[in-house]
């Protein structure tokens, strides 16, 4: 990623959408994510016990619904880096079946501007199907 | 995970620190952690081009570090669906060196608790040799 790419503070206005994505969530994103995150837990990928402890299913890693979500802000920002500050709410979990997965669908606003530190604060809206899962979603920008 | 394991409130007091980690980072824990999370930026991987924007070494990835810090918190108080609440500022960088990799020092301390709701806020400390990589890194948890 080069500097060139992050998005400049005077093109940045408050309110402004950012593009939502919608993100995919399989049960081996989950399995990829256990590896690679260090947490095991057996929730996030056998059924049978996600359910003997009341879920409705395997439930996707808190960490990685908000790790995806941020990509949102990564990517309108031009650089992950960019990020300087982040902070949410775990409401609901995200159910992944096993046929098909699941998805997330994450959208954001810049609801503040510092224009002295040119940043931006960005609060991001996560759903996975009805539910609201994360909350207070929010996310400091280092813009340009 | 039973729930049985949960932590109870009545056993937590202010000022208790929760047992430290460190926690090891590899190149091939990121290459892991870029194809679970999604996060491509070859900074994470690819030294030459980290350098090439002034890193000192390829980068750990942010929610990386973040979310290996939260297994303090998650071992700890025995679930880390317990973990509602979860924010930290991004103050510096882990690099990454080829042989041997890094570290990431993890402590954290009860600060204040909520009896009404039995929860505890519980800030981290997250070092890297002697860079202080997460700064502000708070949670809140459920305990039982």
Redesign the interface.
Known sequence: ???QSVRQFSDVSEGEALPSQT?PVTRA?LI??A?????R???HWDEATARS?GLPDVIA????T???A??VI?EWAGD??R????????TR?VPVPHDGGSSIDVSGTVTTLDAEQRRATVELSVTSGDAKVLG?CRAVVQLD
Chains 1, 2 share one sequence.
């Open positions: 990623m080069s500097e993100i994103t990829h994510y590896g690679a995150s260090g947490d837990n057996v929730i402890v890693h808190g960490m990685w908000m790790g995806a941020s990509r990564a992950a880096g990020i300087i500050d982040y902070g949410t709410r775990f979990p207070r």
